[in-house]
């Protein structure tokens, strides 16, 4: 039935945009709790711990409902653009962006301050900020602003093919970078392996 299939369509366009905000909003709790670690603010892990989660998962509520509404009162028939997400998305990529400067600066500070430890601190740096790229989401800066309707031939298909390919893999990156590649991670899963060989 045609109602039935526009009805699925809304919904899956609402599921998509509270998707996309809550995975950008996760990059900012992501880059305020990494900002906070380096800065040695002192805080309570537990107090902030649901105020994480209420940024990550709920915030885009707030957004999401009012543009559900308005989508239904306006547009009755079709299952339309997606508006919603390219002003929060600018703007919180140039939140994180400035975040992720800061953070760079307080790294390097401390590179710095250890150079006689790390005869290597441009390397060190250089490391850091490709490991914290994926995390952040900075990778969605370089496209941000060449829109679909400003980029024609090449361009269009580098930019289509960085942007599916870092979003698509970026959970896969981090988990890589910041769990598997993890020194205590690789013990525990060490010891774990063990144990499971002495059981069997």
Same mark, same amino acid.
């Given at each position: 039935?045609?109602?039935?299939?526009?009805?699925?369509?809304?919904?899956?366009?609402?599921?998509?945009?509270?998707?996309?905000?809550?995975?950008?909003?996760?990059?900012?709790?992501?880059? *305020?709790? =990494?900002? !906070? &670690?380096?800065?040695?603010?002192?805080?309570?892990?537990?107090?902030?711990? /649901? @105020?994480?989660?209420?940024?990550?998962?709920?915030?885009?509520?707030?957004?999401?409902?009012?543009?559900?509404?308005?989508?239904?009162?306006?547009?009755?028939?079709?299952?339309?653009?997606?508006?919603?997400?390219?002003?929060?998305?600018?703007?919180?990529?140039?939140?994180?962006?400035?975040?992720?400067?800061?953070?760079?600066? *307080?790294? =390097?500070? !401390? &590179?710095?301050?250890?150079?006689?430890?790390?005869?290597?601190?441009?390397? /060190? @740096?250089?490391?850091?900020?490709?490991?914290?790229?994926?995390?952040?989401?900075?990778?969605?800066?370089?496209?941000?602003?060449?829109?679909?309707?400003?980029?024609?031939?090449?361009?269009?298909?580098?930019?289509?093919?960085?942007?599916?390919?870092?979003?698509?893999?970026?959970?896969?990156?981090?988990?890589?970078?910041?769990?598997?590649?993890?020194?205590?991670?690789?013990?525990?899963?060490?010891?774990?392996?063990?144990?499971?060989?002495?059981?069997?």
């Amino acid at each position: 039935l045609p109602w039935q299939a526009a009805l699925g369509c809304r919904a899956a366009q609402v599921l998509m945009q509270y998707c996309i905000l809550a995975n950008h909003y996760w990059f900012l709790v992501e880059a *305020v709790y =990494l900002y !906070k &670690l380096l800065i040695g603010a002192v805080f309570s892990e537990k107090n902030y711990y /649901r @105020l994480y989660l209420y940024l990550g998962w709920g915030t885009p509520v707030v957004f999401v409902v009012p543009w559900m509404a308005a989508k239904y009162l306006k547009e009755n028939v079709e299952a339309g653009g997606a508006g919603l997400c390219v002003p929060l998305h600018c703007l919180l990529s140039q939140i994180n962006l400035l975040i992720f400067m800061r953070i760079l600066k *307080v790294i =390097l500070a !401390k &590179l710095r301050a250890n150079q006689k430890g790390y005869a290597d601190y441009k390397l /060190r @740096l250089a490391k850091a900020t490709l490991t914290l790229i994926p995390l952040f989401g900075i990778h969605e800066v370089v496209f941000i602003f060449a829109t679909d309707e400003q980029t024609t031939g090449i361009l269009r298909y580098v930019k289509v093919f960085f942007t599916l390919f870092l979003s698509s893999f970026q959970g896969f990156l981090v988990a890589v970078l910041y769990c598997f590649a993890n020194k205590e991670v690789k013990s525990e899963m060490k010891k774990k392996w063990q144990l499971w060989k002495l059981d069997h």
